[in-house]
């Protein structure tokens, strides 16, 4: 069978299919992200698509070194099996203009007058009945039993006299602990370490009990933790989230 060419989406299989959807991508984002600009990953969770996932570049060049580079990369206990993808992805098609609409599903048939008709006066009654319910001294609307944590409406952890907590510290000097801040809520010790154990040296990563977005990388030496620090100032770990890197507190 012939090799499928180069193009700028990578197929991706054999994950761990006991991760989240979300957290998939943003780890997939984490460490392909190192070799150009992504412009989409696709990640499907049906029964067909499990541990399997799509990433697609904007240059055909990054897709070649991340397949070249990744190829049996263990990612969450298992070793990736990459290879380019058997077509373009939409968003490249559009791209070169060689995208076509795919056939639209069959809308569902509208009711007919009679049917609408009926459900119209059910409708109807039910509301009255709620009307009066509520009239009559009911229980309280649903609406106004809930509470919609951090909602519009809602006083923020400032107005509720929560103390402010700074990441912005002094540089201090160079040691082999760094400092990570501007992490997303997402943040897990795995996507950490996939990013820093690439570099000499790399011993743990430890994270801080109730913040996700603050953590803690240990080196072996204060030579290999500022290498890891100076290529990774400012990666983001995900489009909205540039990760700052500083020299412990010791």
Known sequence: MMDIRPNHTIYVNNLNEKIKKEELKKSLYAIFSQFGEILDIVAL??????????????????????LRSMQGFPFYDKPMRIQYSKSDSDVIAKMKGTFSERPKKVKRVPPTIEEASVDTKKAKRKAAKEQARLNLGGTTPLVQQVTHVGGYGQASPMQQGTPHVSTTVPEQP?????????????????????????????????????????????????????????????????????????????
């Not at 067909?48 to 996932?53: D, F, I, P, S, T």
């Not at 992490?183 to 996939?194: A, G, H, K, Q, Y």
């Not at 109730?210 to 953590?215: E, G, Q, T, V």
């Open 174 to 250: 160079p040691n082999q602990i760094l400092f990570l801040t501007n992490l997303p809520d997402e943040t897990n010790e795995m996507m950490l370490s996939m990013l820093f154990n690439q570099f000499p040296g790399f011993k743990e990563v430890r994270l801080v009990p109730n913040r996700h977005d603050i953590a803690f990388v240990e080196f072996e030496n204060e030579l290999q933790s500022g290498a890891a620090k100076d290529a990774l100032q400012g990666f983001k770990i995900t489009p909205s989230h540039a990760m700052k890197i500083s020299f412990a507190k010791k």
């Open 45 to 66: 969770k049906t029964l067909k698509m499990r541990g399997q996932a799509f990433v697609i570049f904007k240059e055909i060049g990054s897709a070649t070194n991340a």
